[in-house]
């Protein structure tokens, strides 16, 4: 079986050789690009293992706190090769400690259309729909998570089912307050009693 690294040594020979059907390969090429069906490493025949040595490095950045360099290599990471599911769930996870919701909430979607049984983008996505409120989105994406281990041996999966139980008390929470208002305002308002009325109800 050939190398990818052969494969893009062929690549990268055919799009500088002379030949007339030079053009046709590059035109082919850039219309694969541009809809998303290879990658910029794939067109520019990157290395592969260097890219590898990237991403772990981004990976050591995030695992020590150091979260916007981390944000920065995976970001670059994500355009050069965006068939790679662990580039986008290594920088939703830089957005959402950066607090960036929105984007790390784009990003764990990208994780899940390349791999759509991955617990931890389904467990941290939903994380955030609960911060954000959004209960109903929020217990979706748990239910996802939970799913995909039933035997309780994933660890998103259980912190998915510990954050259930956090939905569900916040909606009884929620709902308590509710009735709590109604009984406020179905109470007949109290009678003002004016201080003469006092003293003379003691004098009889």
Known sequence: MESQEGTNEKGKNKLLSPDPLRRKFVTELMHAFAQRKITF???T???????????????????????????KIFEVLCFLDHHNYFHH????????????Y?????????VLKLSPK??????????????????RKA????????????KGDNRFSN?????VIAIKRSLARDKELKEMQGQQQSLPPKRMVKPMEVFKSRKK
């Open 89 to 100: 769930l290594a920088l939703a996870g830089a957005y959402q400690k950066l607090k960036k």
């Open 159 to 163: 912190r998915a089912r510990a954050l």
């Open 41 to 43: 490493a794939t067109l």
């Open 45 to 71: 025949g990157m290395n592969r293992k260097k890219i590898k040595q990237v991403a772990e490095m981004g990976y050591v950045k995030l695992k020590h706190g150091r979260y916007d360099e981390a944000r």
């Open 102 to 110: 929105v984007d790390a909430v784009f990003q764990y979607t990208e």
């Open 118 to 135: 991955n617990a931890n983008a389904f467990a941290n996505r939903g994380e955030i729909f609960l911060r954000k409120k959004s209960y």
């Open 139 to 150: 217990a979706e994406d748990f239910r996802e998570a939970i799913l995909l281990d039933v």
